[in-house]
Structure formats: structure tokens, C-alpha cells
């Protein structure tokens, strides 16, 4: 019988508290790797009194619980956000636009954390001591609601660049490389939204556009 996969908890933070690193943030981002769209990084501080229950990795939840857990974690903890717009990973490369935003969203939080918990291996310019956990959105009950308001901020935000520039399918694919965006990118050129550096989108840019699309 197979066991039950472990969901993220807050034990880490109790034991950084336990040893008097407090605030303890835990921070992710959403968007690496799409063509278009911004990194969003998102900073968390979880109150210990009111962790919101059915805290799990952004992707291993439906759109419906990632919603109802956006509305708990905005409501009960201290949140900061930041954005890596297409026109900084273009200058600086996705890793150090990702690894900005992330250093962005610590520097937002109201109260400065001792301790921040990334996920991933790689960690931001930071003045606190931090950590990093491979796999901390499905482990750490902060970094895992991070990955969660960081994924509905930019859901919403890829939606709202659809409705502003219809024909791309922003709205569906989230800026990532679908054979719909594959399409729409050949037939409509880039956008202001797309991401120059990333391959499909530089060799739609050697080419001729159609026509502007602004």
C-alpha cells in the first residue's frame, strides 16, 4: 500500500523561532518559464496562531483551492510581492531578474524576517540569513503559500494581458509555450508582454511581423 504523500508543514518555523530567528519568511516564484508575462516572487509570513489548513505546492492544487487559500493567507499572514517585467529578464537574464524579484519581495515585508526559507537551490542577495529547501513549496507551510499567492497574482495578471491583447490566449496558456501561443506568435508577431530573449520569441522577431501588435 502506498503512503500518504506528506503536505508542507510549520516546523521548520517553530524551530527557527525556538532558536529566536523570528520573523521567518518563505518566499518562491511563479513564471520562469514562459514566453511571455513577468516572474512573480512572493514573500510570506505565516502568523503561527492562524496557518490557513490545506497549505500544498501551488501546482499541486485546484485553481478553486488556490483561490480560497490566496483569500486565508492574505488575510491572516504578511504578504509582499514583486514583479521581474519581461524588459529586466531581457537585461539581466531569467535567473537574475528571478533571484531580484525574490529579493524584492523579502525587502516589502512590513517587518524585516531573521530568517528567510527559499525554495530551489539558489539563493537572492539578501541581508538576513537564508536557507534554501529543493522542493520547499511541497515541505514548508510558508514557502508553499508563497508558490500559492505568487501563482493566482500572475494568473490574474496573465488573464488581464489577455483581455488586453486578445488573439494571444494569454488567458489560457499563462504565457507558457503551448502549441496555442506557438501559433498566435507566429500569425500575430510579439507583444510589449513577450520575452525577447527566450528562443521562440527572438526567432519570431528575425522575421517579418504580420503586423504590430502593441
Given at each position: 500500500m502506498a503512503e500518504a504523500r506528506l503536505k508542507p508543514d510549520f516546523s521548520r518555523e517553530r524551530a527557527a523561532h525556538r532558536a529566536g530567528e523570528v520573523p521567518v519568511a518563505g518566499v518562491d516564484e511563479v513564471g520562469r518559464g514562459p514566453w511571455a508575462g513577468p516572474v512573480v516572487a512572493c514573500a510570506v509570513v505565516l502568523d503561527p496562531a492562524r496557518v490557513p489548513e490545506g497549505l500544498d505546492d501551488s501546482k499541486?492544487?485546484?485553481?478553486?483551492?488556490?483561490?480560497?487559500?490566496?483569500?486565508?493567507?492574505?488575510?491572516?499572514?504578511?504578504?509582499?510581492?514583486?514583479?521581474?517585467?519581461?524588459?529586466?529578464?531581457?537585461?539581466?537574464?531569467?535567473?537574475?531578474?528571478?533571484?531580484?524579484?525574490?529579493?524584492?519581495?523579502?525587502?516589502?515585508?512590513?517587518?524585516?524576517?531573521?530568517?528567510?526559507?527559499?525554495?530551489?537551490?539558489?539563493?537572492?542577495?539578501?541581508?538576513?540569513?537564508?536557507?534554501?529547501?529543493?522542493?520547499?513549496d511541497g515541505l514548508v507551510a510558508s514557502i508553499a503559500a508563497a508558490s500559492i499567492v505568487a501563482k493566482v497574482t500572475r494568473d490574474r495578471l496573465m488573464a488581464s494581458l489577455g483581455a488586453a491583447h486578445p488573439g494571444y490566449g494569454f488567458e489560457r496558456h499563462m504565457g507558457y509555450g503551448t502549441p496555442e501561443h506557438a501559433q498566435a506568435l507566429a500569425a500575430l508577431g510579439a507583444c510589449r508582454h513577450h520575452r525577447a530573449s527566450f528562443a521562440p520569441v527572438r526567432a519570431r522577431l528575425a522575421m517579418p511581423a504580420p503586423e504590430a501588435a502593441e
Open positions: 499541486r492544487l485546484s485553481a478553486v483551492q488556490r483561490e480560497k487559500l490566496f483569500e486565508a493567507i492574505c488575510a491572516t499572514a504578511e504578504v509582499s510581492l514583486a514583479f521581474a517585467p519581461p524588459t529586466r529578464i531581457d537585461g539581466h537574464n531569467i535567473r537574475q531578474a528571478t533571484l531580484w524579484a525574490l529579493a524584492r519581495a523579502v525587502a516589502g515585508l512590513p517587518c524585516a524576517p531573521r530568517l528567510v526559507l527559499v525554495d530551489g537551490n539558489d539563493l537572492p542577495p539578501l541581508a538576513c540569513t537564508a536557507r534554501t529547501i529543493i522542493g520547499g
